[in-house]
Structure formats: C-alpha cells, structure tokens
C-alpha cells in the first residue's frame, strides 16, 4: 500500500514512516521542511514531498496516487494562544480531508491530543476519570486542543 505521511519529519511522524517500511509500504513522507538525518531518508520506498498543506493544491498534488493517509501534520504548540495555532491545524486538516474525498483515498487516519481533555496546555488541567478512555469528556480551553478536536 502506498501511504502518505503528513508531518513526516515531526516527533510522531518519524515513528510512524518507519513503521510503515518495516511493514512493507511505501510511504510518501510530506512535511513543509526537509530533513537529511531521518533513519528513512534514503529507503527506495520512501518519497519526500515538500509542501505547505494549508494550500490546499499542494495537498491535492501531495496525495495523488497514495491508498492511505496518516494526518500528522500541524502546528504542535499553541505558540501564541490566538490564532495561527488553531487555524492552521483546522486548515490542514479541513484539506487532508477534503483532498482525501475529492481523490478517492478512503483510509484516513488522523491524529488527535490529549489536550481535547484539556491536558498539557490547558490553564488548568481536568481529567474526570483514569485510565482515559474514548467516552472522556472533551473540553478544551486552548486554541492547540481545539483544534485537535
């Protein structure tokens, strides 16, 4: 299968563009930033792409032939608690999708945060009940965890 991996130089995304080969992909690695040190840089079965996936042409491009997607891609802290963090990561989200629909990928995984529970960044923490599970409440009160949502 081809899969393609958004934020694929990102803490999670390197685990998972290495899981993926072990498994027998071939994995399309997609981030705004090129890295030469990533353990899989140099595979044959790994493509890099360059691209900004708030456009959302460069989305559409970046997933052309690819079966699945793994939505990895955003800004990963709430760096000014205003905009750009929940924007951005709702305008990549709203174009993996929306290019995933428009070209027929049906498989889509996309990740979320624990900060929906309002975790890490929160002002103030709540968690109701552990372990958490998929029922815990979400509330969260930080532009990162809503735009985990």
């Known amino acids: 299968?081809?899969?393609?991996?958004t934020g694929c130089n990102g803490l999670v995304g390197q685990p998972v563009v290495l899981r993926a080969l072990r498994t027998?992909?071939?994995?399309?690695?997609?981030?705004?930033?090129a890295k030469e040190?990533?353990?899989f840089r140099h595979d044959p079965r790994f493509t890099f792409v360059l691209a900004d996936l708030t456009s959302f042409e460069e989305a559409l491009k970046a997933f052309e032939g690819c079966d699945a997607i793994v939505q990895l891609a955003g800004v990963n802290q709430?760096?000014?608690?205003?905009?750009?963090?929940h924007n951005c990561n709702v305008v990549i989200s709203w174009n993996v999708l929306r290019a995933a629909a428009e070209l027929g990928v049906e498989r889509v995984a996309q990740a979320s945060s624990v900060n929906v529970l309002r975790g890490v960044f929160s002002v103030q923490p709540q968690f109701d009940y552990f372990p958490i599970d998929e029922l815990h409440p979400t509330l969260?009160?930080?532009?990162?965890?809503?735009?985990?949502?």
Request: charged letters at 25%; aromatic letters at 6%.
């Open 140 to 149: 969260p009160d930080e532009p990162y965890g809503l735009s985990k949502l």
């Open 37 to 39: 040190d990533t353990q």
């Open 78 to 85: 709430p760096i000014d608690y205003k905009v750009n963090t």
């Open 24 to 33: 027998g992909h071939t994995v399309v690695g997609i981030d705004k930033a």
């Open 1 to 5: 299968m081809k899969i393609a991996v």
